[in-house]
């Protein structure tokens, strides 16, 4: 017989089937045990009792098993349905009692206890729902670009020399040379857009910087698009845009289940989203506040937080736009904007007060990456490579990147960012 999953009972009521999947929960009653076995897409309740019911008594939480049974209507069962008369075969039997309690409603135990023994942790309904719209919000992502005419790249994570100035880069020892993890596939998508012109990636990066907070990652995911002859930044930020609204398509195509599991209202996305000049935006905040931050180069996360509570007031947004973020800010490849000099031709998209995506347009004259490393005091060795692009030609160009980790909390409430993060690596965390 051939196993069907939990999702799918409701079109064979009366018939026999199997399922398989683990014990998830079992409630035992004076003549009936009612009894949970969760697969990929959800969770089967069984009806059992007599010997099946004690059959099922002896096992532990998490053991593998295959029942067939006979669907049945129930208004009362998780799906609607429910199996009666099993006949229960073991697969695979657990060593001891899980250490996680995956039957809970939500997980009770602390984050670092539960990202000690991930392996069990992530079995959690609430958990794997998580992660099928992190899946489902990728899947959206490559969706929207796919449709506007980019072309996936896949870049290396090895690399020579840092993408950004700085020294927050873990090193390697690559052959005896000294290497380093891509903080982000800059150089390389920028480089493709005078092969495809339009490229997007998305994979991993990496960020040696000391930060303990619930919103960053020693590695995470990003998702990175770029795009040539543009404009100006605002091509790359109504891409952007779409971006965001493909992925959240995504979760609404792909993940319904699990966005019903946690409670979720998707938000909309403006067909076109507001947008505000930074030293705008540090007036408003300074005349709101009190606090002096006319002059800063960045917005802390509180004024970040500031911003989308006026947006969503003003414009009933949970997106805003923010633009014109000081050069000194800005890496050197940065183009600025038009008669404003001192600030630059980019962005951040502020989801829900939380800064998601940073973007703008890229210097794309050979001289001008001359001069603009000058400037900073830098020079171009470790940097021939990427130089020769635009000293073959390019075009005006411009992307952005997406952190899909700090996407997913924001999008589920989650209160740390590591509750998104599939093995987090942080300034304490190595395994599992």
């Known amino acids: 017989m051939e196993r069907i999953l939990s999702s799918e009972l409701s079109a064979h009521i009366g018939e026999h089937v199997l399922i398989a999947g683990w014990l998830h929960h079992q409630r035992p009653l004076s003549k009936l045990t009612f009894v949970l076995v969760r697969d990929r897409a959800g969770i089967t309740q069984i009806v059992a009792s007599g010997e099946a019911a004690a059959q099922f008594a002896a096992l532990l939480p998490e053991t593998v098993v295959s029942v067939e049974g006979r669907v049945v209507a129930s208004a009362q069962a998780p799906a609607g349905v429910e199996l009666v008369e099993p006949t229960l075969t073991v697969i695979s039997v657990p060593v001891g009692a899980p250490t996680i309690a995956l ?26 729902a998580t992660f099928a719209i992190s899946a489902a919000s990728v899947a959206g992502f490559r969706a929207a670009l796919d449709a506007a005419g980019f072309t996936e790249i896949m870049s290396p994570k090895l690399v020579g020399g840092a993408t950004e100035s700085g020294a927050s880069v873990f090193k390697v020892d690559y052959f005896g040379a000294e290497a380093y993890l891509a903080q982000s596939p800059q150089f390389y998508k920028q480089t493709m ?98 606090e002096k931050v006319v002059g800063e180069p960045d917005l802390a996360p509180a004024h970040e937080r500031w911003l989308g509570e006026w947006a969503q007031a003003n414009y009933g947004s949970d997106f805003l736009f923010v633009t014109g973020y000081p050069m000194s800010k800005r890496p050197f490849y940065t183009a600025p904007q038009a008669g404003r000099s001192a600030y630059s031709a980019s962005f951040d998209l502020l989801f829900r007060g939380l800064e998601l995506i940073t973007g703008g ?12 490393l000058s400037a900073r005091g830098m020079t171009s060795v470790g940097l021939e490579g990427y130089l020769e692009a635009f000293a073959a030609g390019m075009p005006p160009h411009g992307g952005f990147a997406i952190g899909l980790e700090r996407w997913t909390a924001r999008l589920t409430g989650a209160a740390n960012i590591r509750e998104t993060t599939l093995f987090p690596r942080d300034r304490h965390r190595l395994t599992p």
């Open 361 to 372: 347009q890229r210097l794309h004259r050979y001289e001008d990456y001359l001069a603009a």
């Open 193 to 290: 857009v005078g092969v495809f012109e339009r490229v997007y990636e998305t994979a991993p990066v990496f960020r040696a910087e000391p930060h303990d907070t619930v919103r960053h990652l020693a590695e995470y995911v990003s998702l990175d698009a770029e795009m040539g002859f543009i404009t100006d930044y605002h091509e790359v930020m109504a891409m952007a845009r779409e971006a965001v609204a493909g992925m959240l398509a995504g979760v609404g195509a792909r993940a319904p289940e699990a966005v019903k599991l946690l409670g979720l209202t998707l938000p909309t996305v403006p067909a076109v989203i507001p947008e505000i000049d930074f030293v705008v935006a540090q007036g408003m905040i300074e005349a709101a506040t009190g």
């Open 103 to 128: 039957a809970a409603p939500v997980l009770q135990e602390s984050l670092p206890t539960i990202l000690d023994h991930a392996a069990t942790g992530l079995r959690h309904p609430r958990a794997q």
